[in-house]
């Protein structure tokens, strides 16, 4: 009965009522440093609606993003692709993929700087609820939405997937206000086993409202078609893809 | 509207159609052991439904098991309460209760016995679609879920709530057949790390569907408003325990 109803629009009034997905690349700053990130949403949506952030994965701001960015605004939240390594920053292969990466976990004041620019970034959009954003990554960016959360940002709650877990500052746990769910391979070889001890304790110590789920035969990268580089220990895990973003459905629909 | 319609049924036909949960308590053997178990249902669900096996914690099966099959047959299941200790067999303080929960967990092949003989009686319901059946259990009910598993029961998962996850014969674990859920306390002390490495082993090994959920924040027995003993490390948390009721009716959805 929808689909008559639908299809029969057009002929009476010349325009198709299906929702379209919009998206604006937008210029930012951090520092001097210029950024490019992505805002992405669902026009048929009216009105502030939820703010998701996603942080990408040492390959820096791809298509993965923005493809996950969709997906949340068909969902009805508006997304924003946050930019870790600035404009025009694209590595060309894994080994500056890792360079980068490494640059900036071994800096983590200037990967928190750059992080909550982007957050900024999505606070300032009209769409956005400024009252109910979550921020979510993927690989390097899981760690960075938990660099985020260790930063005392005021938002919801954040989702690492398949993030490396490490704190050179553990004692910052302490500055978390948000709730922080973790989603990780049970069989990620990247994962080291005293990593998960170590935020396990900086977690329980600071009170934080956490959680971690682990998904049986899933390595490192489970979420991503494509992860950049061929190795056993990083491959596509569909089950544990749905299951995660089911999770993190789950989650947003106990914090917002 | 509905409301309306429902309230005015009384006056036009002289019956409500407000659903009904139902229970039947129903006796059957292990061996020469007779065992004394609970069937719960929706009697507004017509026709066979997806049945759950539930199986008590230490202080055998008592009204908390016979609430959680409310809940479960409010949801559109039929639910078997499965007795494993035996009809009339209720420890009286947890002294007794632990002695019962050793003798079984020190043999396996008995615990096996009697978790199959409630499955066989949940499968002989004919509220039940044989072909959609899982279990879950609390704490000794948790260790015997993943025992029926272990066993090679067909059934499509298992979802232990802060079970005990070690096997006198982890190589059984080639058994399983079913998904695999376990949901556990983030800070539970009874839960040894040496257990946990040895049950991702087994089920790694094994290829076995698993997954496993930590709640930051919740020791053992945190679905228990009152886990039957005052200790620090077994505590209810009402986070946890409606998150652990959610990740279990997600598991349901995806295998029934």
Redesign the interface.
Known sequence: MKTLLLSAVPLLGGFSLQAAIQSKTIEYKQGDTTLEGVLVWDDAVKGPRPGVLIVHQWLGLTGYEKYRAEMLAKLGYVAFCADIYGKGVHPADTTEAGTLATKYKTDRTLLRARVNAGLEELKKSELADKSRIAAIGYCFGGTTVIELARSGADIKGVVSFHGGLDSPTPADGKNIKCK?LALAG??DPFQKAEDLTAF?SE??EA???????????AVHSFTQPDPGFSNPGAKYNE?ADK?SW??MK?FFG?IF
Chains 1, 2 share one sequence.
């Open positions: 922080v049970g069989d396990e977690m329980r009170k934080v409202d956490w959680q971690i789920v682990f998904y049986g035969g089950r299951r089911a999770d789950q106990e």
